[in-house]
């Protein structure tokens, strides 16, 4: 038996932070990242609760990743206010922490479970609607994905106004992202009809939008659209979950700190390949892994039907090679710059037996060997 289950109230379209004014909470803790507090976006959340009369505190000791020092000092904070709610506005890492945050003190206070907000500034991880974090230890180079129920956040709201102002370079990494995760929960093993509907849809808005909102951030409409798109491919890898494309770029981020979008964007091509076994020098076969038929689904529903299963394979791999190169992303490793050829080369192995741990890899379609993707880590340099 499978289960199909959306936890989290979604609030978007125009005016969606005006949801804020309707809570009926006396305490809330927002966390914040930094810039958000910087660049006084965070007035558009404060501002609306002291509307409502809403007390609340800021808590921003947030960094990108977060490692497991910056979950404790927010376990900390909010132990220590006891809010009844808390709200999480920025990009995936402070979305990640207040998920992380909730869910450590909710075990050490059983007595205490705060409402959970969730308010997204970038178009890409899809981190408000979905059970997993992914928490940091800097000391081991090592990322760990987190996942469970309990840090679906209980409500998300989508405000295109947030992204308005994100730089193209960021619209670029998240919206690659945002392709990544509809992919990949599009061919995990643990795709369902309900996953695969969102993952589809959520394709078919990246093929429409994705170059416009990466051209024009003034574009309130294709803002908008991705980012719809990137919380309907959180919705479909929370059911489905991913696969070896995250289980390496994680370890890209954890080991060379390339930003996650970047990393998800330099894989797929390679990925694809990889998954359905059909290269540049493929020829046509009687039959294909049940993979292959998807990845052509996906090819279609981006305008790329063509003649078979390889050059429509084909098709899409240098779709996603088109869009990294029309959006500046490098197609690989070395082009990121600033790490030498040597020091990759001899953290192959390292991320290799890390990328098979992760836990994004065992709904891959295709099990790979450690052989396997160390080829792979040495194709994206």
């Known amino acids: 038996m499978k289960n199909f289950e959306v936890k989290t109230k979604i609030c978007f379209g125009e005016h969606a932070l005006d949801r804020l004014m309707q809570l009926k909470y006396q305490k809330i803790t927002v966390i914040a990242d930094p810039f958000v507090v910087s660049s006084g976006m965070i007035r558009q959340v404060t501002d609306r609760l002291a509307q409502a009369q809403i007390r609340y505190t800021v808590f921003s000791d947030v960094v990108p990743d977060p ?78 994905p987190l996942a469970e129920e309990s840090m679906i956040p209980d409500e998300a709201i989508l405000d295109e106004e947030l992204v308005k102002s994100v730089p ?37 808005i990246c093929g429409q939008f994705l170059l416009r909102s990466y051209d024009d951030n003034n574009d309130t409409h294709a803002r908008r659209k991705m980012h719809l798109a990137s919380c309907l491919a959180g919705l479909a890898f929370n059911s489905a979950s991913l696969g070896l494309n995250h289980g390496m770029a994680h370890q890209l981020g954890a080991t060379f700190h390339i930003p996650h979008g970047r990393a998800n964007a330099i894989l797929l091509p390679h990925i694809i390949e990889y998954n359905a076994e059909i290269d540049m020098h493929s020829r046509s ?51 990121c710059g600033g790490i030498s050829e040597g020091e990759y080369m001899s953290k192959i192995e390292f991320m290799a037996e890390a990328a098979l741990n992760d836990t994004c890899t065992a709904t891959n379609p295709r099990v790979p060997t450690k052989a396997d993707v160390m080829e792979l880590y040495r194709k994206i340099w």
């Open 285 to 335: 076969r009687a039959s294909y892994a049940p993979c292959v038929r998807k990845y052509c689904n996906m090819a279609r529903i981006l305008g790329l039907s063509n003649l078979n299963e390889v050059t429509t394979i084909r098709a899409l791999v240098s779709y996603v090679e088109f869009m990294s190169k029309e959006m500046s992303i490098p197609l690989s490793v070395s082009a």
């Open 67 to 144: 490692p497991l020092e910056k979950v404790i000092a927010g376990v900390g904070e909010v132990l220590r206010e006891r809010p009844e709610c808390i709200v999480a506005i920025g990009g995936g890492s402070a979305i990640d922490l207040s998920k992380a945050v909730r869910k450590f003190a909710c075990e050490i206070e059983p007595s205490f479970s705060p409402w959970l907000i969730a308010i997204p500034t970038t178009s890409g991880t899809g981190s408000e609607v979905t059970a997993f974090a992914v928490i940091s230890d800097p000391e081991k180079s090592m990322k760990y």
């Open 168 to 204: 193209a370079s960021i619209t670029a990494d998240t919206g690659m992202d945002v392709l990544t995760h509809a992919i990949e929960a599009y061919v995990s093993i643990n795709n369902n009809e309900f996953s695969a509907a969102l993952a589809e849809k959520s394709v078919e």
